[in-house]
């Protein structure tokens, strides 16, 4: 008898008690993915089941991981016709155990019934139940009330029913929370759940979503996917209230199209304005990303106009070095963005780039074929005062060196075209020879280079000439020292001192005929201290015989190689007066240029200090400075300040704070005040409640909004419940924009 026992259970348990196994422990991972992977999961077919006899109490040794062993205290094998097992049965499979109280074998209907409380264990997950059923002919297994927990989530649930088919996992009354027993702040709610194994998704339908006891969620149907993978769904909404725009509230919805494609889908409702649809198509093929953006309005309440907004990013890499990169912007009317964006750095554009990237990369060059053109979204701009377009623009750049010689060449063809002033084809080319002498701590580099630059130009008054042509040799003289010394008791720290000398001598040529296609004076700083042209563009280049030097010390941490400070100051000096400048403006007649100075201050870890100064020599005042203080005594918590001034352009100051107020409580905010206009130009504050299962953020804002000075203000809502929905834009990211050098919480440098 004992005999026909065990070949029942042989022929009966391979198949359902691996599925038993396997589709428990599969729920949990669907309710909680990264706890069990459905891989993890999938059990072997067992090469050995043993049925045996324990005494009440033994201890229940560890099977071989490739058997199944089933137990129990008593086994009374009366009649052909089945067996009844109990006290304690256990079955066993490497880490995993399958425990009941007792259990019944009918073997003419091929039916087990484990009566009384059944619990499932392994190393991540715990499921119990009330009397399982497991029907041998049609691979059923069935369970009463059963529950679920995931201590290391932590999650749990439970259903009123279970039934296990092959590949499939159907569930009703079905109750899933990551918060613990004893305060639920929410649930979700489904009456039936069906997982499908094979497909690896799940199907819920009857879903409700409660927070506090409060239903905030409805939906008759909802899946999600159950390995890992990602599957269409609605994402987590957002609520706002703004002045431009009403009530805001987007409710995105993920579509995943393909392994490699997909796209979110987010309408969103403006009261004052109408209905917004946003979508982002993010696609990736071999040797191919890109990202392409719309929004579309139709018939704005408030503008009495459609609005739309296109953003395409391409990328194309082929073989043997061959690529293409596209970059495509576009927006209906220039009062888009102060419409319908939320952040001062989204609403001060002027400018969108629109251009075509054919590039071949070679070890020594490259080349690059280029078609370019702006849209300019700012009408106060006048026509002769916007960018030309490049069509095409064809660049070179090639670096050769072998030993102590160097080889640079960079040559640029374009066609600049515009609807006003003169345009006209530029070819300008440089090649330079140099000679690098190097030892230890020390370097000497003298070069001469030759400039060419033509030009072919269309649309000239009548009379003048349409061909220019200007050769100019350029000589250098490039060197540099690095000096070390240890210092402080115990040789703690190095300290280096690196004095650099750049001698440039240019000569004069009159370039007053020359048209002005895309060449700038930039701003004076360090790494204009060391360039040789005053100009960016080669429309001028200006006559000069100047010397440039710098000193800079660093000092280093013995122990750990990190660097606490670096002090940089510089300064150029003409040795002739100057006769090129740009239309407009006169040629430099000074002596000297300003002094410029950088420092780098951090000592403790909880804190640093970076300081950027430029001292007028002329005037004898500051004509520019930049300062950020940072605390971040932990990684949660950061106090900063930083201040701008230009003179007679800006004066800015922001204050930056992300705090814990009490352990569950934070707070987040950021004041930007402008003192030449004496007023704010943006400010938020938010607060933050953070519980073990769920996280409220409210944040309210003011910004200025148009170009014209005026604010907006808005106030926003995000609730995330962890272990269901994705996590929402933290606020301390608002904190980057226009915070010079600011890491993010997570230690990112994020400008």
Known sequence: MICAIVAAFTRLLPVPRRKLASALPLLLSVLAPPIVSAEQLCLPDPSVIRLQQQPLFAPVTTPPSDEIEISAGR???????????????????????LVGERASFDRAAQRVEIAGRVTYRDPDVTVFGEDAVLDGASEEVMFGQAGFDIPARPARGSAEGILITPGTLSLESVNFTTCPADDVAWQLIASDLLIDVEAGFATARGVKLEFKGVPILYSPYFTFPIDGQRKSGFLTPNFAERDRTGLDLSIPYYLNLRPNMDMTVEPRYLSKRGVQLNTEFRYLLPGTDGTLNFSWLPDDDEAGTTRRYVNLQHETAFADGWSVVTGIEQVSDEAYFEDLGNSLSVTSQIYLDRYVDVQYAAPYWMLRSRLQNYQTIDDAIAPADRPYKRVPQV???????????????????????????????????TQEVSLRFAR??????????????????????PGEEDTFSRTLPVASLDAGLKLEREAGRGARWLQTLEPRLLYVHVPFEDQSNLPVFDTILPDFNLIQLFRKYQFVGPDRISDTDQLSFGLTTRLYDERTGEQRLAATLGQTRYLSEQAVSLPGSEPIDADASDYIAELSFGLKDAWTLDVGYQWNTDTERTAR?????????????????????????????????VWPATDRWRVIGRYSYSFLESEPLEQFVGLEYDSCCWRLRVVGRRFVSRRTGESDSSISLQLELKGFSQRATPPEELLDRGILGYRGISGTTLQ
Request: net charge negative; hydrophobic share 35%.
């Open 395 to 429: 660049l070179f750049e090639g670096n050769w060196n072998e030993g102590i010689f160097g080889f640079d060449s960079q040559a640029e063809l374009a066609n600049f075209d515009r609807s006003v002033g003169t345009t006209g084809w530029r070819l300008d080319s």
């Open 75 to 97: 086994v009374d094998a009366g009649s052909d016709s089945g067996a009844v097992l109990s006290n304690q049965v256990e079955v066993n499979y490497g880490e995993r155990t």
């Open 440 to 461: 230890r701590g020390m370097y000497l580099t003298p070069a001469v280079a030759l400039r060419q630059t033509n030009y072919w130009l269309d649309d000239t008054l």
């Open 625 to 657: 400075t930049e300062t950020r203080f940072e605390y971040r005594p932990q990684e949660d918590r950061l106090f900063g300040l930083a201040y701008r001034y230009r003179r007679s352009v800006l004066e800015q100051g922001d204050l930056s704070l």
